[in-house]
């Protein structure tokens, strides 16, 4: 691992500057909480973390006793506590929230993960005589979730990362002014403090096989590669010169921060005129991003504002950055033979029953660069190396019992790759129940062997 650079500035904008100041902010703020008999905002968590009791405990002033109720459920808590999609999950269900203002659990999860970090309040646990050998392939949320949860089973892991750095998409695909990359690199370090090895550079499926990890001592893999790989506009013309992939796109920003690449070098440059078509919070990041290079730049959506995929908070961001937006509007296909010059569309109409109709009206936006923001994949040339089941998109199929495995033997798969592209808490609760999956199938392994 490399010390970030930064060298866009994004990072030393003051984002984190609604964050508590104090503890006494905090405990304040945790006061606020009702102790729900039937918390609802737990129910609104998809890993089901220990709200009401970290936020309990937090307000008796008791960071340790809060970190450990959301070490039950979660292992990236200071990251999870900055994207994960609060006010879709524990923050909307708030009851407070119905009423007035929702306890900012969000905020409250960021500031005990911060403290803990700061105050070296993180367990060590002893390391006892190692289980077995378990490989992750990708360093992304559900495979970090996986190494976490194996490593305090008392396994050996060993992650292995096609790029240079770790966090997969926490790296490579949010911008760093929505996580500052700090946070990244501390909960590696303290895989690494757990027993983690990491080995950066190692593409499994070109670089090396599967079959070599088993022969290497590997009791069982686990592929966490993500879907990297954006689809196409899907318009006429959409391979012409200055349509960018959004996730290509932030990945290479991500490489001019570390110092790997040359901003010159971007496909986004200062006075672009850039169409970013999509409305996820991918469309978003980069739209945000294109704007921060000194770009004009417009979403382009066919559906209305309500219909956006993106959080309303990432919405209202954007707007506030200056992202224009351009809704009802169809993309039909890019203008330019060479080289973009913009992106044709058709209006859309919203009928009383909701139904959206195309309504024969044409027109064009003008623009020097298009960013195809609408949706990820797996990379299919690589998942064909890994030689397990999966569909013509490249998803893979797993069983539930052993839970995650694939149908090769010992090798087990979660997070993107296989439910598709979600929320990072997701990705993290299907990493850490493949790696109770592994466990089971190991030990049952090593029990069969006792018996022969």
Avoid at 88 to 104: D, I, N, R, S
Avoid at 108 to 128: I, M, N, Q, S, T
Avoid at 330 to 350: M, N, S, T, W
Avoid at 424 to 436: F, N, Q
């Amino acid at each position: 691992m490399v010390e970030y650079k930064d060298v866009l500035g994004f990072e030393q904008e003051p984002l984190e500057s609604a964050d508590f100041a104090s503890l006494k902010e905090a405990v304040e703020e945790a006061r606020r909480c009702l102790n729900c008999a039937v918390p609802q905002c737990r129910k609104g968590c998809p890993i089901n973390n220990e709200i009401p009791q970290f936020i309990h405990a937090l307000a008796q002033g008791n960071i340790g006793e809060a970190a450990e109720h959301i070490a039950h459920n979660s292992c990236l808590p200071g990251i999870c506590g900055r994207v994960c999609p609060w006010e879709k999950q524990c923050e909307g269900a708030c009851v407070l929230g119905k009423k007035g203002k929702h306890v900012e659990i969000g905020k409250l999860e960021r500031f005990v993960a911060d403290k803990c970090f700061e105050g070296g309040l993180l367990p060590l646990p002893k390391k006892g005589d190692a289980v077995a050998k378990v490989a992750v392939i990708g360093s992304g949320p559900a495979g970090l979730a996986a190494a976490h949860e194996l490593l305090s089973r008392q396994y050996d892991v060993t992650i292995f990362e096609s790029a240079s750095e770790p966090g997969g998409m926490l790296m490579f695909g949010i911008p760093s002014f929505r996580l500052h990359k700090k946070h990244v690199y501390r909960e590696m370090e303290y895989l690494q403090q757990l027993g983690a090895v990491f080995q950066f550079n190692t593409k499994i499926g070109a670089d090396k096989q599967i079959s070599d990890l088993f022969a290497e001592g590997y009791e069982a893999v686990f592929i966490a590669t993500g879907a990297p790989v954006g689809w196409n506009l899907g318009v006429e013309n959409d391979t012409v010169d200055g349509v960018v992939d959004a996730q290509h796109f932030l990945t290479q920003v991500q490489q001019v921060q570390l110092g790997q690449a040359k901003q010159e070098d971007l496909p986004i440059q200062p006075g672009d005129d850039v169409i970013v078509v999509g409305a996820g919070n991918v469309a978003i990041d980069a739209a945000r991003t294109a704007l921060r290079l000194k770009a004009k730049v417009t979403i382009v959506y066919r559906r209305a504002e309500k219909n956006m995929k993106c959080l309303p908070s990432e919405y209202e961001a954007a707007k506030a950055d200056g992202v224009a937006f351009k809704f009802y509007s169809a993309p039909k296909a890019v203008v330019g033979q060479d080289h973009v010059e913009g992106l044709q569309y058709e209006k859309q109409q919203i009928l009383e029953d909701a139904t959206m109709v195309p309504t024969g009206e044409f027109g064009v936006v003008p623009a020097n660069k298009i960013i195809a923001a609408i949706g990820n994949r797996p990379e299919l040339d690589c998942m064909r190396q890994f030689s397990v089941d999966m569909n013509g998109d490249g998803y893979i199929f797993t069983k539930d019992e052993p839970y995650g495995m694939t149908s090769q033997t010992g090798v087990f798969a979660a997070g993107d790759i296989v439910h598709k592209p979600a929320t990072v808490v997701l990705a993290m609760r299907e990493g850490k129940k493949v790696a109770v999956g592994i466990d089971q199938y190991i030990k049952a392994k090593h029990l069969m062997a006792k018996c022969q």
